[in-house]
């Protein structure tokens, strides 16, 4: 069977397939126009355009309760009329590496690739090890996307592929946030420290409970401020985009992206607006 590069449709194909709920569907239609967008519209304008997926599953999952297959980030980016010129891609899961990559090889044979198993914020030395170096003469643009499960990625990997010209799509993931915000408060855990990289957010957390302020705001703010750290404009905050649960109408994450180039959120705001159902940022209940 062929995939069909201007859909996001998969199929089982045997190989190791992850499960996803219905709603991912919306976050991969608009991973696929923004892709799509980026991919050929660079083209012309960087003479490398390299994909990093940071935590990539084994790019085929089944829609739950249904038979329907799509495509996950990591084949999204390949699956692209004008590909990026190199992918790397991390995982923690040796079962999905070992998909993707057999995968990569049978439909896409021939394209540079890397595949790292480990934890995405131990290894990010070793993915910056498998990118050019740009220079005037060879110019890269990078695109990462950021897609964990729970707030599972380090504000010092974002610092440390800050040294690289590069655009990051970051999924700030709510049930992890909402559910457990009792238990990172103490001292001792260090999820959000890790996730903000400080552990002054408790203080000004702890002052913004009292005004019964949404913990999730809080932390997409506070992300957001740390990104301007390394030289991103807040508009990260205003352009973000929600995902709810198609059952629940739960808000279960926020897709913020990152760009230090005007035109990176021209292609975002033409992924997001053109993508399905839902169309804005918005932190109400
Ligand atoms: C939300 S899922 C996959 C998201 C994927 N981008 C997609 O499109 O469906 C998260 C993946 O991250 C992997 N993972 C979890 N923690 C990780 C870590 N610290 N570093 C790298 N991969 C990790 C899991 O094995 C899983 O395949």
Not at 139 to 152: A, K, Q, R, S, W
Not at 271 to 281: K, V
Request: proline share 4%; charged share 25%.
């Amino acid at each position: 069977m062929n995939l069909n590069p201007n859909s996001i449709e998969a199929f089982d194909d045997g190989l190791y397939i992850s499960e996803v709920g219905p709603w991912a569907e919306n976050k991969y239609e608009i991973l696929h126009h923004y892709s799509h967008m980026f991919s050929t519209g660079m083209k012309n304008l960087f003479n490398q355009r390299i994909y990093i997926d940071l935590f990539s599953s084994a790019g085929i999952a089944n829609i739950r309760n249904s038979n329907r297959f799509v495509l996950t980030s990591s084949l999204i980016a390949l699956n692209l009329p004008d590909p990026y010129d190199h992918y790397v891609y991390c995982d923690i899961d040796e079962k999905c590496i070992s998909a993707l990559s057999q995968r990569v090889e049978r439909y896409f044979p021939g394209k540079k690739a890397n595949y790292i198993k480990g934890d995405c914020n131990e290894k990010v030395n070793e993915i910056l090890s498998f990118l050019p170096k740009p220079s005037k003469s060879n110019t890269v643009l990078t695109f990462c996307v950021v897609d964990p499960y729970n707030l599972g990625i380090n504000f010092n990997t974002m610092r440390t592929l800050n040294k690289y010209r590069m655009d990051f799509l970051v999924l700030l993931s709510w049930m992890d946030a909402n559910r457990n915000e009792y238990i990172y408060i103490k001292p001792e855990e260090k999820r959000i420290d890790d996730f903000l990289g400080d552990i002054e957010w408790r203080k000004k957390w702890i002052a913004l409970k009292k005004e019964n302020y949404d913990f999730r705001k809080f932390l997409a703010e506070e992300f957001v401020n740390r990104m301007m750290t390394l030289g991103y404009p807040d508009t990260a905050f205003k352009t973000m985009f929600e995902i709810r649960s198609t059952a629940k109408n739960l808000s279960l994450y926020h897709l913020a992206f990152f760009s230090k180039d005007q035109k990176g959120y021209k292609f975002w705001n033409d992924a997001r607006f053109g993508g399905p159902s839902q169309t804005s940022f918005r932190f109400e209940e």
